[in-house]
């Protein structure tokens, strides 16, 4: 896998996709980011990753950090145990395009449990390479 982690944000998507190969991935994902407690919470529900900060920078770098270690891990399995992986996620391969996955379904979030001020979390879509 390349060394180099980059982000982008996105104005929008149709949906949440994720393309994994023998050495890349790439993802468009939900990111929610907001406070809980004295700490902002950012989060990638659709892999379960978060990152906490004393503000929403702090947080949003946290997370980041956090899903390049996911990454890192996940690179660790050989390839059809990395789709196994996201399968249990709620990832599911597309019908022609074996090494590219959509999310499965929407996915319940309780954001009262996650998030102080449901109302206002910062929504964003981030792409991931």
């Known amino acids: 896998m390349a060394k180099r982690f980059q ?3 996105l ?5 949440e996709v994720l393309r994994i190969d ?3 991935f790439r993802a468009v994902l939900l990111n929610l980011t907001g406070k809980s407690g004295d700490y902002w919470v950012s989060y990638f529900p659709s892999i379960n990753v978060s990152g ?7 947080a949003i770098e946290d997370l980041l950090f956090n899903t390049k270690i996911f990454i890192e891990d996940l690179f660790q399995l ?10 249990k ?4 391969q597309k019908k022609y ?4 996955l959509k999310k499965n379904a929407s996915y319940e979030l309780n954001i009262k449990e996650l998030f102080d001020n449901p109302d ?10």
């Open 22 to 24: 023998h050495k890349s």
């Open 7 to 9: 982000v982008k944000k």
């Open 120 to 129: 206002e979390i910062k929504r964003e879509i981030l792409q991931v390479a």
């Open 11 to 15: 104005s929008s998507a149709p949906e």
């Open 52 to 58: 906490y900060g004393l503000n929403e920078n702090e």
């Open 97 to 100: 395009f074996k090494k590219k």
């Open 78 to 87: 050989p390839l059809n145990k990395r789709i196994e992986e996201l399968k």
């Open 89 to 92: 996620l709620g990832w599911e």
